[in-house]
């Protein structure tokens, strides 16, 4: 069974820093393209970071770029995301992604979400 979950959510000041984790479960995580999305209420989910399809690269979304970095860990199946510097702007549930092949076909799944709230 496929699973993704994540932790390390939670109440920060503005400028203070949290550093999320996703365990991932039940694929193959080393070949696994990962990411990292979130979505603040009342719009749309959106891209913060995630690993290029060859694995060596990353992008990130140019709201946070400089401030936060992910990260993985094939052995532990594991991916991070540190944040630094966090602003106001960047509350919103936190949601790890997974695309990875399931026979044939790409799969994608999500994680349950993790809140982040920056907030004096």
């Known amino acids: 069974q496929v699973q993704l979950v994540e932790s390390g959510g939670g109440l920060v000041q503005p400028g203070g820093s949290l550093r999320l984790s996703c365990v991932a479960s039940?694929?193959?995580?080393?070949?696994?393209?990962m990411s990292w999305y979130r979505q603040a209420p009342g719009k749309e989910r959106e891209l913060v970071a995630g690993?290029?399809?060859?694995?060596?690269?990353?992008d990130y979304a140019d709201s946070v770029k400089g401030r936060f970095t992910i990260s993985r860990d094939n052995v532990k199946y594991t991916v991070y995301l540190q944040m630094n510097s966090l602003k106001p702007e960047d509350t919103a549930v936190y949601y790890c992604?997974?695309?990875?092949?399931?026979?044939?076909?790409?799969?994608?799944?999500w994680g349950q979400g993790t809140q982040v709230t920056v907030s004096s």
């Open positions: 039940g694929f193959t995580f080393s070949s696994a393209a």
């Open positions: 690993f290029t399809s060859g694995h060596g690269d990353t």
């Open positions: 992604r997974a695309e990875y092949w399931g026979g044939s076909e790409i799969s994608r799944s």
